[in-house]
């Protein structure tokens, strides 16, 4: 990677150190705790389009008014695509319609020499997409990389004969996980989309991104090329998730087929070797393109927009291994030729015209394994129903060394949506929530996962810790936004 993205730590810590915070209940705003300057931490990045604040130096006749999704389907890689900003989003690492034109350049949101803000810096990515006919369009995408996470590293790849971590050879991972890899195309009116997909069960279930298949809703087609063979073979779409994206499909009369291994996210560590496999820029179907690299950071938050929609996808694995046009919907594997990802978005250009290097993005496969029931049943999810308004992120040992917080576990608030049920309630950005209704909260996942479960109009009890208060508030949830 020739350039890291440098995350510069706060001067000062902003929550001042306490041992013993004292009770509160309380239903309004508190007060910020000591050497916290709302003027020094913006807010990280809003999950509706509207509500994103462009980065010094981006105009707003530049940025969203121009960007546009044709469809929100598979990955653009950056190869495929002019160097762009943005994420385009219309294939699974897909491939839009060539009747699409391409969209503008977007500039990113800040320079990867120069971050300001010690709580994110937000680069545009390219959520690419491989196209059939070789045009590319783009779908803006916002990538808000906070510095709370472990840090930023980069090594030079091991050889394609070494074992990774410890594990399988690359070539034996490839011999192991190849045949449980498919290429997805999918035909929309006016459209033809190419992305990725990795088998999950002997009888032909599929899981993919969202933003490959979106183009067969309502009425296009989905075909799967499994590795080794070149005949397509006709696919149904089972259940879909657009905020998360993700989606489950089948092929159709299938048996005995070989089936990926699920692994385990939660357990990665920033350094760990990582292999990528996937349909890569749609080059011939049927034989998946293999990249490695490593995990090169953890708990990224992804906010993808256009001018009619935006997605923010939480916690997401950062990593060095080529991410390509066609990509998306393919297996993020680890040392033991295990599932731990999804690929699903790359970087594009930074804002004086740096590309972005290695720099890709996989939803974990805890978050998935989460979905699958609901994506079996048939369901198609058009938001999360439940919006509390926070942009989170899980306590780490990294992030509390650095802005001296006096809890070890729970979900730091990184940014506040105004107008919220989490504004109106008084949260604040550098809040630390540690439990919602009496349970307690040691992860950004522990959020996720009351909030899912919750309706528009429930009242949550959420006990915070700030500075050295310990505050309990009632937030009434709102709606999620559209994905």
């Known amino acids: 990677m020739s350039e890291n993205i440098e995350h510069n730590a706060a001067s000062e810590a902003w929550v001042s150190p306490a041992s013993s915070p004292s009770e509160t209940d309380n239903g309004s705003e508190s007060?910020?705790?000591?050497g916290i300057d709302d003027a020094q931490f913006p807010p990280l990045i809003k999950a509706k389009s509207s509500q994103l604040e462009p980065a010094p130096g981006i105009d707003d006749a530049q940025s969203g008014e121009q960007d546009r999704m044709p469809n929100y389907q598979d990955i653009r890689a950056a190869d495929e695509a002019p160097p762009a900003t943005g994420w385009s989003e219309s294939s699974s690492f897909g491939v839009p319609s060539s009747a699409v034109e391409p969209d503008p350049i977007l500039h990113s949101l800040a320079s990867s020499r120069s971050i300001k803000s010690p709580w994110t810096s937000r680069v545009t990515l390219l959520l690419v997409a491989a196209l059939v006919g070789g045009v590319a369009g783009h779908?803006?995408?916002?990538?808000?990389?906070?510095?709370?996470?472990?840090?930023?590293?980069?090594?030079?790849?091991?050889?394609?004969?070494?074992s990774t971590n410890g594990g399988l050879t690359i070539p034996q991972l490839v011999v192991k996980v190849q045949p449980s890899v498919v290429s997805i195309d999918v035909k929309g009116q006016g459209t033809e989309d190419q992305g990725t997909g990795m088998i999950i069960s002997s009888d032909g279930l599929v899981l993919t991104n969202n933003h490959v298949i979106a183009a067969s809703i309502p009425s296009g087609t989905i075909t799967v090329t499994r590795t080794g063979s070149t005949q397509p073979l006709p696919?149904?779409?089972?259940?879909?998730?657009?905020?998360?994206?993700v989606a489950l499909i089948r092929i159709s009369g299938a048996s005995n087929l070989p089936a990926v291994t699920f692994g385990n996210s939660n357990a990665l560590v920033v350094g760990d070797s990582v292999v990528a496999i996937g349909n890569a820029l749609g080059l011939a179907a049927g034989t998946?393109?293999?990249?490695?690299?490593i995990v090169s950071a953890l708990g990224r938050t992804v906010t993808?927009?256009?001018?009619?929609?935006?997605?923010?996808?939480?916690?997401m694995?950062?990593?060095?291994?080529?991410?390509?046009?066609?990509?998306?919907?393919?297996?993020?594997?680890?040392?033991?030729?295990?599932?731990?990802?999804?690929?699903?978005?790359?970087?594009?250009?930074l804002p004086d015209g740096t590309s972005a290097q290695n720099i890709g993005f996989a939803i974990p496969v805890a978050t998935i394994e989460s979905l699958l029931k609901s994506l079996q049943a048939g369901q198609s999810v058009v938001n999360h129903g439940a919006f509390m308004g926070v942009d989170?992120?899980?306590?780490?040992?990294?992030?509390?060394?650095?802005?001296?917080?006096?809890v070890n576990?729970?979900?730091v608030v990184m940014s506040v949506v105004p107008g919220s049920g989490a504004a109106n309630a008084g949260i604040k950005q550098g809040d630390i929530i540690v439990a919602i209704n009496g349970t307690a909260i040691t992860s950004a996942q522990d959020v996720s996962s009351v909030i899912s479960s919750a309706h528009p109009g429930d009242t949550i009890k959420v006990k915070l810790i700030r500075g050295s208060q310990s505050i309990t508030t009632p937030v009434i949830l709102g709606t999620a936004p559209a994905g």
């Open 31 to 34: 007060e910020p705790a000591p």
């Open 139 to 162: 779908f803006t995408a916002r990538i808000s990389t906070t510095n709370t996470n472990l840090p930023v590293v980069t090594n030079a790849a091991a050889p394609a004969s070494s």
């Open 392 to 406: 989170i992120s899980s306590m780490n040992p990294t992030l509390q060394a650095e802005y001296n917080f006096t």
């Open 409 to 411: 576990s729970g979900a």
């Open 317 to 349: 694995i950062q990593t060095d291994a080529a991410i390509n046009p066609g990509n998306s919907g393919g297996p993020l594997l680890d040392a033991q030729g295990d599932v731990v990802g999804m690929n699903t978005a790359v970087a594009g250009t």
């Open 288 to 293: 998946p393109t293999v990249t490695n690299g």
């Open 235 to 245: 696919a149904t779409l089972i259940g879909t998730n657009p905020v998360d994206d």
């Open 304 to 315: 993808a927009s256009s001018t009619s929609t935006s997605e923010t996808l939480n916690n």
